[in-house]
């Protein structure tokens, strides 16, 4: 299929977008800012070792945490991160590529100004009365624990296991950023353990979009020629549209309007069916369920880090059909 242009039947080009609600409405979009990430929230992962004490509430850059609260103890000493500079950076490295496009950087050195998360590597769970655990985090509702607190056990990873230092983190890390645990085969926050973990899969990366929302700025528009937009005909009820984008992609989002004023959105991920990433491919369509005008752009969150916008676009809504 070959890439489509302004002029096709059905489909106008929107110089400027839709114009947008007043301030306060709660719906309202903020007006777009420099593109990226405002502050991506810094996760501090420290393998030096040392004491935790317990509170009622979370303190991690004060090592203050509520897990071990809960277990009833006042305080544990954690050993220092025994294993290799190359095991560490794996780690380190592994974690940060599952997060990829969300705004979520894993630093060692503790940042020196704003709230940020810590998770402590080292020593065992009996350390904190615990067993049978490769990690342990306080996990937020649907939202990042501000100044959150979580521990993975690296002295409880055998020889065969060093590999999953780096799927402990991510998965600790992900409490901490408000995911809890879940079935679904191979998804990191899988528990039990009874599939392969490959990475964050849907659900949890639609709540990872959710919950690290506020990191985020609505990044500037780009202009029709950035991307091959191909906005096939519509049929069947639905709206196709397609993107090959300069640079694999790591999700999207599909903002849309339609003529009765509705406002919905739709993640586009690596696997889903109705829309799509493929590397630097995203293929996605939107049931159009009533007649008038929609409108859609897409935000694009690409694996570097970077985020833009596409212009908006337009389409008729169109009665389904079997």
């Known amino acids: 299929?070959?890439?489509?242009?302004?002029?096709?039947?059905?489909?106008?080009?929107?110089?400027?977008?839709?114009?947008?609600?007043?301030?306060?409405d709660p719906y309202g979009e903020p007006p777009p800012t420099a593109s990226g990430f405002a502050a991506p929230l810094q996760v501090h992962v420290t393998g030096t070792g040392g004491r935790v004490t317990a509170g009622e509430a979370?303190?991690?850059?004060?090592?203050?945490?509520?897990a071990l609260y809960n277990a009833g103890y006042s305080y544990a000493d954690?050993?220092?991160?025994?294993?290799?500079?190359?095991?560490?950076?794996?780690?380190?490295?592994?974690?940060?590529?599952?997060?990829?496009?969300?705004?979520i950087q894993?630093?060692?050195?503790?940042?020196t100004t704003g709230d940020y998360v810590t998770v402590v590597v080292?020593?065992?769970?009996?350390?904190?009365?615990?067993?049978?655990?490769?990690?342990?985090?306080?996990?937020?509702?649907?939202?990042?624990?501000?100044?959150?607190?979580?521990?993975?056990?690296?002295?409880d990873h055998g020889p065969t296991q060093r590999a999953d230092l780096c799927q402990t983190l991510a998965h600790e890390i992900g409490h901490l950023v408000g995911l809890d645990h879940t079935q679904d085969c191979g998804d990191l926050m899988?528990?039990?353990?009874?599939?392969?973990?490959?990475?964050?899969?849907?659900?949890?990366?639609?709540?990872?979009?959710?919950?690290?929302?506020?990191?985020?700025?609505?990044?500037?528009?780009?202009?029709?020629?950035?991307?091959?937009?191909?906005?096939?005909?519509?049929?069947?009820g639905y709206w196709p549209i397609s993107i090959e984008a300069e640079k694999p992609l790591a999700r999207?989002?599909?903002h849309v309007r339609t003529p009765s004023g509705y406002r919905s959105e739709y993640h586009c991920?690596?696997?889903?069916?109705?829309?799509?990433?493929?590397?630097?491919?995203?293929s996605g369509r939107y049931p159009l369920m009533e007649p008038g005008v929609f409108t859609m752009r897409l935000e694009l969150f690409y694996l570097d880090g970077e985020v833009r916008m596409t212009p908006w676009i337009t389409t008729a809504g169109l009665s389904p059909s079997p």
Not at 58 to 66: E, T, Y
Not at 126 to 133: D, P
């Open 78 to 103: 954690i050993p220092a991160f025994e294993g290799t500079a190359a095991e560490w950076q794996f780690m380190i490295t592994c974690a940060q590529n599952h997060f990829a496009g969300f705004p």
């Open 1 to 24: 299929m070959g890439a489509g242009t302004w002029g096709w039947t059905g489909f106008a080009p929107t110089p400027e977008a839709p114009p947008l609600p007043a301030p306060e």
């Open 269 to 282: 991920l690596p696997g889903v069916a109705d829309c799509k990433i493929e590397g630097a491919h995203l």
């Open 106 to 111: 894993l630093v060692d050195t503790a940042p």
């Open 190 to 236: 899988e528990t039990p353990r009874n599939c392969e973990r490959t990475g964050f899969l849907e659900r949890s990366r639609a709540a990872l979009a959710v919950s690290l929302a506020p990191y985020t700025h609505t990044p500037t528009a780009v202009t029709p020629t950035s991307h091959a937009i191909e906005r096939l005909t519509p049929t069947f």
């Open 122 to 155: 080292g020593g065992q769970a009996a350390h904190m009365g615990q067993t049978n655990m490769w990690g342990w985090a306080s996990m937020g509702d649907k939202a990042v624990v501000v100044r959150g607190m979580g521990f993975v056990f690296s002295q």
């Open 252 to 254: 999207g989002l599909m």
């Open 58 to 66: 979370d303190n991690g850059p004060q090592w203050i945490s509520r």
